[in-house]
């Protein structure tokens, strides 16, 4: 772990860290310092005080490191200013800790963020895989919030229905269905959320493409929480 700290405290800081059992790769008294440091040791945090000497402080150095190498960060400070609240903002730290803190705190606080920047990896690489498999997909991959609106377009999507990705982002999902069934589609889907968290069911309908066609096609509807709010995903195939 890279710490960037108040020059004055650099050996008691470090040694509170290790008798926490981190290892510690490297300590700084600047911005400048902590960059390079964590840039040839790549840790797995940053224990970094907000304000340190140099040109760069505490928050840009964070910034930059989250930036660049997806480096996070637990920010250190005695005092902060509504201006530099907003400023740590910017940098997305995992932690903040108020001085002077106990080692207990120190601990909770380095522990959260490295869980939390786990979550944030693993779910990055999760969506990276979705998204992967969504773009190869043959079948049309259309995702609507909870109110019907679209809101993910599939590049099947667009080739089977002839929409583009830009038209048809936050239209209600009943433009690809005839015009006799449009307004069902998105109470449908308010209805069946209302009921369950999660469903899925498959269903045989009619879509229209933008030329005014119709096909038959098969509905695979699957609703799931993403981000704290319920979507609805259909799969169609014809």
Not at 26 to 45: F, K, R, W, Y
Not at 135 to 148: E, F, L, N, P, Y
Not at 175 to 201: C, I, W, Y
């Amino acid at each position: 772990h890279v710490t960037g700290v108040q020059t004055c405290a650099l050996p008691i800081f470090q040694r509170q860290l290790e008798r926490l059992g981190y290892a510690v790769c490297g300590v700084a008294s600047s911005g400048e310092e902590a960059v390079d440091i964590a840039t040839a040791a790549q840790p797995n945090l940053v224990v970094m005080d907000i304000h340190l000497a140099g040109a760069m402080d505490g928050i840009a150095a964070a910034t930059l490191l989250r930036q660049r190498y997806d480096i996070p960060s637990v920010f250190l400070t005695a005092y902060a200013t509504d201006d530099v609240v907003e400023r740590a903002k910017d940098a997305a730290p995992l932690g903040y800790l108020i001085k002077p803190f106990d080692e207990h705190s120190l601990r909770t606080t380095i522990e959260i963020a490295l869980h939390k920047h786990q979550l944030n990896s693993r779910l990055r690489q999760s969506e990276a895989r979705y998204r992967a498999v969504i773009q190869s997909a043959h079948d049309a991959v259309i995702t609507a919030d909870h109110h019907g609106a679209i809101v993910g377009w599939s590049p099947a999507a667009a080739q089977i229905f002839g929409y583009s990705e830009a038209e048809v982002l936050g239209q209600p999902i009943g433009l690809l269905m005839p015009p006799p069934f449009r307004a069902l589609h998105g109470p449908a889907l308010a209805s069946a959320d209302d009921r369950e968290s999660t469903f899925s069911r498959v269903r045989e309908v009619d879509a229209v493409r933008r030329d005014g066609s119709t096909f038959p096609a098969e509905l695979t509807l699957r609703s799931e929480e993403h981000t704290s709010e319920l979507q609805s995903r259909g799969l169609i195939s014809y």
